[in-house]
């Protein structure tokens, strides 16, 4: 059994201040750490539970001199369809989320809300679809307990494991480091024991993705795109033929708004 993990940093337990993608962030180098050691914590388990094969998604820096051995470590995710299961560590929830840490979509600084269909998606819900587009369940989620209610709204019967609890954008109460890896390595134990009763996450076609903006110039580029449309002064929609058109297109603009944000 091959499983693919997509590791973030903004929902692992201990990261709390942000910036972490921004020029000049200070608390990258703590949080990195944290991020790989709940990492490794989750290898272990999958491999105690029979996963043969890991590829691993880097977002944010791994901490290579801890990072465990064995694992393929790629950049995009576009491995997951050469998996048989999905599984998310260091997950944050969606933009606009109370309570949630660190929470935002694709880009911190621009993405009020993106929808899919008129429903709010997140990374973990974008994520989550592009892998069921190829047939693929979403089995596992550590993360916020933001993160862990939006993946159980989002995929029935899924495992997760929450390892800090929002109080707000920047505070939480967080468990310790060794609390967070055990409760990490039972719950991906017990979600490959429980995969057949994950299904995975299909989105309707054709698929309608929304954008509100937090600037009226980003609604008006995006607008010179041919097939896309203004709602208002900061929302813009596109329909795409499937979700991996779909995600491409978030891909792409999501990229574009990370590189808007940096600049400010
Ligand atoms: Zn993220």
């Known amino acids: 059994m091959k499983l693919f993990v997509e590791v973030d940093l903004e929902g692992v337990s201990g990261a709390v201040y942000g910036g972490y993608g921004l020029p000049k962030s200070k608390e990258g180098g703590r949080s990195e750490l944290l991020m790989t050691l709940e990492l490794n914590a989750l290898v272990e388990g999958a491999r105690a539970a029979g996963i043969s094969k890991l590829q691993v998604c880097e977002s944010h ?11 393929d470590v790629v950049h995009e995710i576009e491995k997951i369809q050469d998996c048989d299961l999905l599984a998310f560590v260091g997950r944050h929830a969606r933009a606009g989320l109370e309570k949630s840490v660190l929470s935002h979509t694709g880009s911190g600084r621009s993405v009020i809300d993106f929808r899919v269909n008129g429903k709010s998606f ?3 819900g974008i994520v989550a679809a592009y892998a069921g587009h190829f047939g693929v369940p979403a089995i596992f989620v550590s993360g916020d307990r933001a993160a862990t209610e ?12 929450a390892v800090s609890e929002g109080l707000g954008n920047h505070s939480a109460i967080c468990l310790a480091p060794q609390k967070a890896h055990k409760l990490i390595k039972a719950g991906i134990i017990r979600a490959i024991q429980n995969r057949r009763k994950v299904k995975p996450l299909v989105v309707k076609k ?3 993705i929304e954008y509100e903006l937090k600037y009226p110039a980003q609604a008006d ?11 208002n002064d900061r929302t813009v929609t596109y329909t795409c033929k499937n979700f991996l058109e779909a995600y491409r297109t978030y891909l792409a603009t999501s990229l574009a708004l990370i590189w808007w944000d940096a600049k400010g």
Request: with cysteine.
């Open 221 to 231: 580029r995006f607008a010179l795109v041919p097939g896309v449309t203004k709602k």
């Open 150 to 161: 939006e993946a159980e709204d989002f995929i029935p019967n899924v495992t997760t494991v």
């Open 61 to 71: 820096p791994f901490n290579k001199n801890c990072l465990i051995g064995g694992i």
């Open 206 to 208: 054709p698929v309608t």
């Open 122 to 124: 997140g990374e973990l």
